[in-house]
Structure formats: C-alpha cells, structure tokens
C-alpha cells in the first residue's frame, strides 16, 4: 500500500484475508492502513514510514502488537529517529516472531545489554534480527556489550542472520572475559553477523574470535560498515578471518 494522493487519516477496516502487506507512506496513513487491517492470517508486514514530522510512534506499535499471528516484522522510519525502546517492548506480545528489522532515521535506537536479554526471551525462535541507524552513531552511543552479545546467542539458537552494532572495545572484553562467557557445547548453524560500525579493541582480534567461538561453535560470517582505510574494518575482518580458520 502507498499513499500518493497525501496523508489519510482514515480506512474502511477489510483486508480480511491478508497474508503478507507491504506499506510505504507517510505516518498517519500507515497507522490508518495498518488499524484498517482485520485479517486473522497476516503473517508478514513490512510498513516504512516515509516523513520527518512524527510526535510519537507508539499508536503505530499499538496496532501492530494486536497481530498475533505475524512471524515476519519489518519496521522503517526512512527519516525519523523517534522510536523508542518502550515502543518495542509492546510488540514482545507477539509470540511467533521469527524475523524481525527495526531501522530508524538517525544513528538508531540506544541498547543496553538487558533490552537485548528481553528480545531473547520474548523471541527465543529468531531467525533474522536486524537492529539498524542511518547515521554513524557517536562514540558515546549505548550499544550491547559483548556480554550483552552472549545473551543473545545463548537464548536464539536458531539465529543466521544478525545486523547489531555491539561494543568490542578492549574495557568490554576484559568485563566480558571476567565473567568466563557461556559455552555452547551444541554445533551451531552459520551466522552472517553484520556488525556495522561497531568499536573494537585494536590488537586483539585473537581474543575477540575466540571468545565469539566460544559462543557460538559454528561457521561464522562476520562483515562490517567500516570503509576508507578505518582500522576498525580492518580488525573486525581479521576477526573474521580467525574465525574462518576455526571451522
């Protein structure tokens, strides 16, 4: 659904055999479209909202929460930073997700480890976690920890792809060390971790990659958004690579 004739405000409710929607609209209108929407079957909705002026987004949450049956999510705000973390928390009601995107203008959403401890424990079938910012986020921003990271693994098993900005510097391994990181005795499947312009501890990539593989014992695939020349890209695809030689 896209709405070029302006910004409605108001849909005749219907699509009552809906499987999969796909909206592109500004945020009045997508909530419209959205509450408009009876089917009992939807299993699949990717709604972007497409302007800058949005007061607050929690109505849009709202709706999307009373879809029990989706097990694919995928939130856009193409311009607009203004989600918040409590607005997600409401669609933990939905018990079937499997594949789940949130990507918002800006450099995205802050996270502390113990919001990603409750994805874990809301979504424990996630399949694709997607957690995404427009915009380098400052160095200063909260991002998951790797102790934070090992949550996350231990409680989705099922994970092959995941796009999550963590902090890798060399404060959070030794805190991370420290705390002698939850093994997975179990071969895990391949995982694409795309870890976008996450901070890494320089000069310690073999720690880093053994600590990753003591998390998850299986073929990895680690990428990042570092680009120019930044040593950062460099280490976290020396990261990579180690765990490559792993397998």
Known sequence: FTDGDGERTDYSPGFQSLVHSK????????LAITRAITSSCITALDVTVNNESIESPTSLFETIATMTPLNALAINFFKSDSPQWQDVELL???PLIVDFS????GPGMELEDELISAISRAWPNLIH??????EDPPESFARPSLRGLAVLLAGCPKLQDLHLEIDASARQLVRALADSPPTSSEPRGKLKFNVQKSPIAQNLEESIADYLWALWPGEWDVSSWWRGGAWQGDTWERVHELLQEEE
Do not use: Q
């Open 129 to 134: 976690l997607r957690l995404t910012g427009s």
């Open 92 to 94: 933990f009601s939905l």
């Open 102 to 105: 949130l990507s918002i203008g």
């Open 23 to 30: 909206i592109w609209a500004p945020f009045t209108s997508a």
